[in-house]
């Protein structure tokens, strides 16, 4: 193999190594980058790490929380703070996947994977990025997304606000397999009440474009709703507004978009099933 | 954990086995426990070098041409091999026992069939090395119109897939283009039948995945010889195909196998030992071959798609009177082991039931899509549910019980079968009472009292005058398509004089013999000129010559 | 092409191996050191048959970077038993026949070792749960749960009612 692996003490020092090469890609747990290294891609000629501790630290404020981009799905199971991102976090993968695939990687994991990206994106999530020269800066999880095909600099961490209560945020995926499967579908929602009413709700879906989106459409036709029945069902009838759904291997467009708003509703009235 | 029912057909048995029939520990489990199970890719050798093999994006194309001079000088590459590297460049699984006409590539040479077809291997020194090297082959096609649909395959003007069967099915003893088995005359019973159902059954193309991909590793041994370890199922289909592919003596290949990481039937058709051991002997170093998971999902052989037309004409009171089949096994593009498939469907039908008047076309249609193989009892699994699946349709439309209703039209010892083979040793009405008493289902005292001793045979012996055909000749043009063209006028129904009648089995006596396994049902014997000796020497063994009637009786 | 060193334990065994870069550890662990044990499937993290533990955790070779490794410690099925003494897990899928052609067995063992080590108590949702990233074409996973419940019963866990 002619590729090379460099692994840096600091993420400034990997940030510029991987500016200095296109070819080269940042391995965070490698779920994604090795799959691609063993199918043969002839793309990468460099891998670079960091062996940075911070890189994987889990940060609790009062207000908020600085998830390391190198924290995998298990430290984030293992952390009570992070309890309302638990049900994104457990159904990634399965047990040995959720061991390695790291929140930083998922932010760039082609749909229908990124279900915690989903989940992030509901939040409101900040994600800082470190670029090969000067500070960091800090951006909206929403830009970057849409933005990470041409992105340059490394993700370092990613910041969510805690939700207005426990209750608040929810998550859904719909997948063939269960536990373990890929997502036909997913559907993150953070449904803050002001006196019985929907104030700021937002919705993000998963494999419903080739990013993890926003539900803007529903999130306005929610506002100053009740979250019950008669309440949503404007938000449900927008349900697919803005969506792309790819056909894939495990459900076409077609059925994606079908099944969206019935397990949207689900998700809103706190259905199981 | 076996619940054995010994009340059945006790007379007929000793019951002094030691053995069969008692729980006893795999010979393997504790090597799969202890992860010693040795499987091909479990063996080191020193200097191994990796194949990797090119293949065709294409459905149907003509090659045009191939460049691999920079494949060949890429880093790592050992040797790139091209058709022309083949020996015996031709070849189908079956020749093995004289069945079919050689019809595939090992490496494709002016056209491709299938997407996925192998059409040039690379051998480096490591897999990524073969994968770059891959990248770097520049092939030129001609897309070609494409059929994917096995109907559509047989229609006038459909693109030949495969030019060793130009129309499109396989052809068998040179006779006819499909299997036919005729018994009685349907036509005549569907007109005087209470109701007529007539259904489609369709099922896709169903891959094995297994967890282990396909794989072999070839290598050098002593006495010029080749050592093969191999994920096959079958080591000497395997090793009778490599030696006709490469054109060696059978002495010189040492095959060693037997541990298959999940076969399923889909570890038979020898897809890798040829190329692994031809690798061996153009680099002098041991050669890995081994299936990626996406190649094993996307060009390993699946199970083939089977469509299956049932018309059955049955009575107000549930019996059966005409079954009349039409079944087309997608072979994909090329034979391997649908051609036998249909035979064993043609075999099956008309299902485990007595039924006075049968009709059955099996076709083995080749279409431009992954040739098909064997998977878990091919060939029958289809057609036996969808004839299942027929069977509670017709119950439904009579209004009785679907086990009852297969109880009463059930074969029982002493009938005559569509293939003029009597029945013996039958079971199934036993097996329908104790799977309804497991399920809770009640089933009613006439029909709890029914067993396959009693009731056979006497009328239910006779082989009826039977109307035949002579569509789908070789040579005699396209068939048509859907269902079978109408049979010539059938003969009135008396029996036919002494002379010309078949010589009919004579009924065994009853329960005092004990049991044996029936012969294996045959399709009817074949008109009345001589098989036409064949004119080229055979190349494999011809013990299974009764299976397909190349054997007169 | 430069090989970069790697020193990590293996079954508590010290082991050095010079890795290309990329390597990933199922390759290393079976040209490199010899271990068998651990098998390719699919190379995509699907499959799981190459499932080993890395400290502890389940982790699945053919996705990991074989460098990462270094002053690590391995486990593989190789290491499951004691000397000539089976490991509990072992036993019970002998007893309960859970493996036919034996090809996942190694990754299986060693999910439900990861599983029995952390929870001696699991429920058979747990133990599901545990295994969901294994794949098994031949038994139907039933005799594997089975077996997996059966060993956490006779190790002293309580294998919970569920």
Known sequence: MALQVKSFGSMSEAAAALASDRTARFMSGGTLLMRAINEGDTSISMLVRSTDAAYRQIRSESARIEIGAGARMVDI?????????????????????????????NLFAAAPYGDLATALLALDAIVTVQGAYGSAQQIPIEQLLQSRDRATGLVTSVTVPRPASPDAFRFRKVSRVKPKGVSVLSIAAHLPLAGGRLSNARIAYGAMAPTPIRARAVERALEGRSLDAAGIAPGLAAATEGTSPATDALATAWYRREVLPVHLRRLLLGETG | MLEFRKEFFKDE?????????????????????????????????????????????????????????????????????????????????????????????????????????????????????????????????????????????????????????????????????????????????????????????????????????????????????????????ALFFSLGTAAKLLDVPSNRLHYIGGTVGGGFGGKVDSLTEPLSILGAMLTGRPVRYVLNREEEMLYGCPRGAERHYIKDGVMRDGRIVARKVTSYFD??????????????????????????????????????????????????????????????????????????????????????????????????????????????????????????????????????????????????????????????????????????????????????????????????????????????????????????????? | MTKTPVQFRLNGSDKAVFVDGGENLLNVLRRGVGDMSAKYGCGQGTCGVCTVLIDGEPQLACLTLAETC???????????????????????????????????????????????????????????????????????????????????????GQASGG
Not at chain 1, 89 to 103: C, D, F, Q, S, W
Not at chain 2, 439 to 454: E, G, V
Not at chain 3, 80 to 100: E, I, K, R, T
């Open chain 1, 77 to 105: 199971l293992a952390n009570r703070d992070l309890a309302f991102l638990h049900p994104a976090a457990r159904i990634v993968g399965g047990p040995a996947v959720r061991a390695m695939a790291t929140v930083g990687g």
């Open chain 2, 13 to 233: 048995r000793d019951d002094n086995l030691n053995e069969v029939g008692q729980p006893r520990q795999r010979q393997d489990m504790l090597g799969h426990v202890t992860g010693r199970t040795r499987y091909f890719d479990d063996h080191a050798f020193e200097g191994l070098l990796h194949l990797k093999v090119l293949r065709s994006p294409h459905s149907h194309a003509r090659l045009r041409s191939i460049d691999t001079a920079a494949a060949e000088r890429a880093p790592g590459v050992k040797r790139v091999i091209r058709a022309a590297d083949v020996p015996v460049n031709k070849n189908t699984l079956l020749s093995l026992i004289n069945f079919g006409k050689d019809d595939e590539p090992l490496l494709a040479v002016d056209k491709v069939r299938y997407k996925g077809e192998p059409i040039l291997a690379v051998v480096a020194e490591s897999e990524a090395a073969a994968y770059d090297a891959l990248a770097k082959v520049r092939v030129e096609y001609d897309p070609l119109p494409a059929v994917f649909d096995v109907e559509e395959a047989l229609k006038p003007g459909a693109p030949v897939v495969n030019e060793t069967y130009p129309a499109n099915t396989f052809e068998y003893h040179e006779k006819y283009n499909h299997q036919k088995l005729r018994f009685g005359d349907v036509e005549r019973a569907f007109a005087q039948a209470d109701f007529v159902v007539e259904e489609r059954y369709q099922m896709s193309p169903i891959e094995h995945a297994p967890t282990e991909t396909n794989g072999s590793i070839a290598a050098p041994e002593t006495n010029d010889r080749f050592v093969v370890h191999s994920s096959t199922q």
């Open chain 3, 70 to 156: 270094a002053g690590r410690s391995v486990e593989t099925a190789l290491g499951l038993s004691d000397g000539p003494n089976l490991h509990p897990l072992q036993n019970a899928f002998m007893d309960h026949f859970a493996a036919q052609c034996g090809f996942c067995t190694s990754g299986m063992l060693m999910a439900a070792k990861a599983l029995l080590d952390r929870n001696p108590s699991p429920t058979r949702e747990d133990v599901a749960e545990a295994i969901s990233g294994n794949i098994c074409r031949c038994t139907g996973y039933e005799p594997i749960i089975n077996a997996i419940l059966d060993a956490a019963s006779k190790r002293g």
């Open chain 2, 331 to 553: 072979a994909g593009a090329y034979t391997r082991l649908s051609s036998y498939g249909a035979v064993k469907c043609a075999a099956h039908i008309p299902g485990p039931y007595t039924i006075p008047n049968v009709c059955a076309d099996v076709y083995c249609v080749y279409t431009n899509r992954t040739p098909a193989t064997a998977m878990r009892g091919f060939g029958i699994t289809g057609v036996d549910f969808s004839l299942e699946v027929q069977m509670d349709k017709l119950a439904h439309k009579v209004g009785m019980d679907p086990m009852e209703f297969r109880i009463l039209n059930a074969y029982r010892d002493g009938d005559m079968k569509a293939h003029r083979r009597e029945a013996h040793n039958c079971a199934l009405i036993e097996c329908v009472q104790v799977a309804a008493e497991k399920a809770n289902w009640p089933i009613s005292d006439t029909y709890r009292r029914m067993n396959s001793l009693t009731g056979g045979g006497g009328e239910r012996a006779v082989i009826p005058a039977t109307a035949t055909d002579e569509n789908g000749r070789i040579g005699g043009g396209r068939p048509a398509t859907g269902t079978t063209s109408r049979p010539p006028a059938p003969p009135p129904r008396v029996p036919l004089p002494a002379a010309a009648q078949p010589r009919a089995p004579q009924p065994q006596p009853a329960m005092s013999q004990p049991r044996v396994a029936p012969p294996p049902p045959a399709p009817p014997p074949p008109a009345a000129q001589p098989v036409k000796p064949a004119a080229t020497p055979q190349h494999g063994a011809t013990r299974f010559s009764s299976v397909f009637g190349t054997r007169r009786r």
